[in-house]
């Protein structure tokens, strides 16, 4: 059973960067897609990054340019760098197991707030 536990979010004024790590049990992890997904307040959770078990990466328009996804699978980690972050960023951000493999149950995210 896969397990993911995601960090680094925080409070962080626009034009701000944050990283963050989710780590994930299970030695499939490896032989999937993962991704990041995000939920704001009042809306339904998207994915807007996705990288393939050998590191070809997707991104929503929303974040092309300013997040960088990255994974370390001997590490069974994947990370989510955010660069030039605007408050529309501000969501729970989340991992699992991107398309075409649906997701397995989630963590409890880490929050992100974007706010001057």
């Known amino acids: 059973q896969v397990q993911l536990v995601e960090s680094g979010g925080g409070l962080v004024q626009p034009g701000g960067s944050l990283r963050l790590s989710c780590a994930a049990s299970?030695?499939?992890?490896?032989?999937?897609?993962m991704g990041w997904y995000r939920q704001a307040p009042g809306k339904q959770r998207e994915l807007v990054a996705r990288?393939?078990?050998?590191?070809?990466?997707n991104y929503a328009d929303s974040v092309k340019g300013r997040f960088t996804i990255s994974r370390d699978n001997a590490k069974n980690t994947v990370y989510l760098q955010m660069n030039n972050l605007k408050p529309e960023d501000t969501a729970v951000y989340y991992c699992?197991?991107?398309?075409?493999?649906?997701?397995?149950?989630w963590g409890q995210g880490t929050k992100v707030t974007v706010s001057s």
């Open positions: 699992n197991r991107a398309p075409p493999s649906p997701p397995r149950p």
């Open positions: 299970g030695s499939i992890f490896s032989t999937y897609a």
């Open positions: 990288i393939t078990s050998n590191s070809n990466t």
